[in-house]
């Protein structure tokens, strides 16, 4: 990030931004390989029913786990990775490795759904289609089970391409998730472009609510959009009771966030199934 302009119209970088630029080049570099070194890791983070308090899904979550800098988290490479043109082959690598792990947890649960986020680079450009249906078939995945979930920042360079494997994957029993619904400039438009299943309430909001008695007008009227068009309704970033009460008052019961659980390896999610309570 540049901070700052000088008089004569010279950009400078302060110390942070400088070591952030830094950061961010060594990383890029390293990225190209991390994929044939298998520095790649899905992650999960369960998705609750606290109706029910029965685990309902799971969402898949990119880490690099850097040789030397440890987990390195998606925020952080992701806007390299877009850069250098090397979406594609971590979108096919990481449909590839979440069929497989969904394949192993089957065993312990085959109703857990997993949850997917799209790449819009991807989406735009892509095979999603193709890719994710031999993925399914090769691991005997029935894609009711699968979820992807895009933001609002698809449809940039080819928006028909992206509209099109999206009502494709729907029609084989994919569904559709809208994620961090609500800050976007284009929520409500996509809810009749394609056939939408879910609606992810954005974290922002959730972390809004913070008092008992207070009242939070944005996420009513967001739940309010998913009753009245019949989605499915999911909380992200849940970390208080406060929070979780506001919402199940107001009829959203599906939640995910850390005062559940952490997104975690594979090994100790199968394990966390395994136990089955929240
Ligand atoms: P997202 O899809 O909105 O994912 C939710 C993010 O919120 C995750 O961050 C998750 O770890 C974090 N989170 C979950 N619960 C809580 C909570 O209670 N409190 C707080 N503060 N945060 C919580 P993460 O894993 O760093 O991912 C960030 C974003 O990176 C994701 O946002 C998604 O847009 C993108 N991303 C992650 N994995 C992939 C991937 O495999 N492919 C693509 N294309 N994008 C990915
Ligand atoms: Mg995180
Ligand atoms: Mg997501
Ligand atoms: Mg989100």
Known sequence: QVKGEGKNGFAFFDQSSRELLDRRTSLGHGLRHALSRNELEMYYQPQVDTSTHRLVGAEALI??????????????????????????????????ALCCDMQRWSRADNTLKLSLNLSPHYLDRGKIYDKLRSAMLHHDISPNRIEVEITENISKSNPQHAI???KRLGQLGVSIAIDDFGIGY????????????????????????VEDDAQYPVVLAIISIARGLGLHLIAEGVESEVQVRYLRAHGCTVMQGHLFHRPMPIDEFIATIGGKAT
């Open 164 to 166: 099109d494997q999206l």
């Open 63 to 96: 880490r690099w786990n850097h040789p030397t800098r440890g987990l390195v988290l998606p925020r952080e490479f992701m806007p390299y990775a877009e850069e250098h043109e090397l979406i594609p082959a971590i979108s096919e690598w990481m449909i590839d």
């Open 186 to 209: 284009s929520s409500l438009a996509y809810l009749h472009r394609f056939p939408v299943d879910t609606i992810k309430i954005d974290q922002s909001f959730i972390k809004a609510i």
